[in-house]
């Protein structure tokens, strides 16, 4: 990759950080080539929440400067954060940011050319639509979608409209997911034969915004706009909130966490979704009024869909009442692990030359590789603009400019919600969840999943 002196020492400095470099080499000349290069983005915000204010802002605010972008507007049906957020920005960005009691007045104005959407988990494809439709680029956060209805008019509506979508999966812009997922499709991994995921906190507080319930009041706000097509319930400051806690306004663990890591699995892969999903929990320890589970084991058959005999297990495990907060990725092989914990190859498990003498075969071990990177997956809600972020909002930036595919392009959003879904089913019914090519639809005790 080409680059002046100048750009190589800035990014050779970021890559000392543990920051991804970009396919795009970014440099003078390199803008020339672009058309409206010399223009600059004009960035709405849609919901001004925790996500955004706590990594989206610090991220952004690394690179706005040199790729020429400004935030111009936010736009939040919550009047209290709608005046923060434009307050926040205003500072930020040294210039007027409107205030927009809600998308379509945004829209209407013809005020932005790109967003971020960091709104609630159900509602992320739906703003998607509304977003592209209006002409807009997209950075959405993770889950997707929350159902195939969802899940499919917001893919049908990105391609339709060819704007550069971001899914928030930020491992995809990590060095060291990078070196994993060239070291697998090499083939010198081998057949993958198990995935075991793991997610586990101790927090109370965890999605629990007691401090807010009470500052929220049905008339600062629009409910009708927030419960979007979801069936109808009285206004509840709960639900708006904490919204993690509730289906059908989030899965919880499964689309919080696993979407995560579930999609590493799509990637290094190339199948788009499991074949099979069993899943099993409950409510455990936080009798808080919650809906959705505090503990979950799900077990996933993945492999070609016209060839059983081949395939592997994946398990994603996650407690919210006992855990240090560092979450485990570990692929394996007959010939050893790639452990995404401590970016390693190892020939740990494999298959020695003792085990396999007795069966007549030969030995089978991975080398010890350490895996280039110096990142750290950083799952604190506050995660201050961490790198993984921060490389995956300067990858989007550069492909609005560039009109390239983003690193986590809507495909990985459809793909992970499949599976999220599909855990969802399986948890909800208690059997078996499947997906059906030809509808495009989850299956569960024989019927389409809804709610």
């Not at 921060?390 to 919600?417: D, F, L, T």
Request: aromatic share 10%; proline share 4%.
């Amino acid at each position: 990759m080409e680059k002046s002196r100048r750009t190589f020492i800035r990014q050779a400095s970021l890559a000392g950080a543990g920051i991804l470099l970009s396919k795009t080499g970014w440099t003078a000349k390199s803008y020339k080539r672009i058309i409206g290069a010399n223009d600059r983005v004009r960035v709405g915000v849609v919901g001004f929440a925790d996500r955004h204010r706590s990594s989206h802002i610090p991220a952004f605010m690394n690179h706005y400067k040199e790729l020429n972008f400004e935030v111009v507007a936010v736009s939040d049906i919550w009047n209290k954060r709608r005046e923060e957020g434009a307050a926040i920005w205003k500072e930020k960005m040294q210039n007027d940011v409107k205030a927009y009691r809600n998308n379509e007045e945004m829209y209407n104005a013809k005020a932005v050319d790109a967003v971020f959407i960091s709104t609630a988990d159900f509602q992320h494809a739906r703003h998607t639509i509304e977003a592209v439709k209006a002409g807009c680029d997209a950075y959405v956060e993770k889950p997707f979608a929350e159902t195939m209805e969802d899940n499919r008019a917001a893919l049908k509506a990105v391609k339709e409209t060819g704007k550069i979508v971001q899914i928030g999966s930020q491992r995809r812009s990590g060095t060291n997911y990078h070196a994993a997922n060239d070291f697998i499709k090499s083939g010198k991994f081998g057949p993958i034969t198990m995935v075991e995921l793991t997610w586990n906190v101790n927090q109370p507080g965890r999605w629990r915004r007691p401090e807010l319930l009470t500052q929220l009041k049905e008339a600062d706000t629009d409910w009708k706009r927030f419960i979007m097509n979801r069936p109808f319930e009285a206004f509840d400051p709960r639900i708006y909130l904490e919204y993690r806690l509730f289906w059908p306004y989030s899965s919880g663990l499964p689309g919080q966490w696993m979407s995560h890591q579930i999609d590493t699995v799509h990637w290094f892969t190339g199948l788009k979704h499991p074949r099979s999903v069993v899943a099993n929990g409950g409510i455990y320890q936080w009798k808080d009024g919650r809906r959705n589970w505090d503990t979950l084991m799900a077990v996933f058959d993945y492999g070609p869909l016209d060839d059983a005999s081949k395939g592997f297990q994946v398990t994603f495990g996650s407690r919210m009442h006992n855990g240090d907060e560092n979450p485990a990725e570990i692929y394996y092989s007959n010939g050893g692990e790639l452990n995404l914990i401590t970016n390693k190859i190892s020939p740990k498990g494999g298959l020695t030359e003792k085990m396999a003498a007795a069966m007549g075969m030969k030995a089978n071990l991975l080398p010890d590789m350490d895996l280039k990177s110096s990142e750290k997956v950083v799952a604190s809600a506050n995660t201050g603009g961490d790198i993984l972020t921060s490389n995956h909002i300067r990858n989007w930036m550069e492909c609005v400019r560039s009109r390239k595919q983003p690193n986590a392009p809507v495909e990985a959003g459809y793909s992970h919600s499949i599976a999220n879904i599909m855990t969802t089913a399986a948890a909800h019914t208690g059997s078996k969840a499947t997906f059906n090519e030809a509808t495009q639809e989850v299956m569960a005790n024989g019927k389409v999943f809804k709610y």
